[in-house]
């Protein structure tokens, strides 16, 4: 077994939210590069050399790269042989994302019920999703999400016999219905397949893959590459003006499923794709 003392859990959380916050991943600046390039209306290009120099501003003088600092979402692989004392896991991953929220003054945007709606003026509490793995360290995947995005994800519970052409219009019909509310170019992540749960934190879990790389899987990089091409041909554009940028990547994963089932789920991101991982 291996100690690990929440105090270094707090101190990391706290950091990676800040860090988050204000830096893009190499993959998401070299996409938005890429898309400033190729983009074909001269408006949707001009929108995006705003959004090159916004995040230029944001990591030279810390100034978040949007004001919707997120819901902090965390995806925490805990190695069987990893022993956390002085505390308790989640309440050091909160406590790393109250200080971080605050230390960092970012945005505090969470309510502590649905209906209520009160403030709790600190960020917390964050959604956590935990994997028990081999190995004696932890690592967190943390991916701060705004709502402006996933307030226009979905998710769909087709039939075996919709087949992939009802995957291809389930996402479709989720990207147009999005539209500029999803403060585009976006990312968007697919689940497919486990349950009506497991489909939409695969989806969440596939916009935390790198926007450069596909799926293992040849038949889901297809889908991948052919839903990107059919996302960018509905002309929503950057910030939904026009273009041909709508999406910069389509990130699929999935898991096995039932056979009277073909669950599809579609979160999408905006071009704050944000994330910072770390081990301890
Ligand atoms: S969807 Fe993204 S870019 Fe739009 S307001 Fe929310 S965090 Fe900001």
Do not use: W
């Not at 101190?11 to 998401?28: P, Q, R, S, W, Y």
């Not at 505090?108 to 509490?125: E, G, H």
């Amino acid at each position: 077994m291996r100690e690990i003392q929440v105090s270094q859990i707090i101190e990391t959380v706290k950091e990676m939210c800040i860090e988050a916050n204000h830096f893009l991943g190499e993959d998401m600046v070299g996409a938005l590069n890429k898309a400033a390039e190729t983009e074909c209306s001269e408006l949707g290009k001009k929108i995006l050399h705003q959004l090159q120099d916004n995040l230029d501003i944001a990591g030279k003088d810390m100034i978040p790269i949007c004001q919707d600092t997120g819901m902090a979402v965390f995806f925490v692989e805990v190695g069987q042989d990893a022993h956390v004392v002085g505390g308790d896991l989640t309440e050091a991953i909160n406590e790393g994302v109250r200080r971080g929220y605050t230390e960092g003054y970012l945005r505090k945007s969470v309510i502590s019920d649905p209906l209520l709606r009160v403030n709790t003026k600190d960020n917390t509490p964050a959604v956590i999703h935990y994997n028990i793995v081999p190995g004696d360290k932890i690592k967190f995947t943390f991916a701060p999400k705004g709502f402006g995005s996933e307030n226009m994800s979905k998710i769909y519970m087709l039939k075996p016999a919709d087949g992939v052409e009802g995957v291809k219009e389930a996402v479709l019909k989720a990207v147009s219905e999005a539209g500029p509310n999803a403060c585009p170019p976006m990312v968007v992540g697919v689940g497919i397949g486990g349950t009506f749960e497991k489909a939409a934190i695969l989806s969440k879990k596939a916009l935390t893959r790198s926007v450069d790389e596909h799926s293992k899987l040849p038949h889901i990089k297809d889908l991948e590459e052919e839903l990107l091409t059919k996302i960018n041909n509905l002309g929503i554009g950057p910030a939904g003006l026009g273009g041909s940028t709508t999406a910069m990547a389509v990130n699929i994963e999935t898991f096995a499923t039932h056979i009277a089932g073909l669950p599809v789920a579609v979160n999408i991101c905006c071009h704050v794709n944000r994330h910072s991982v770390r081990e301890v």
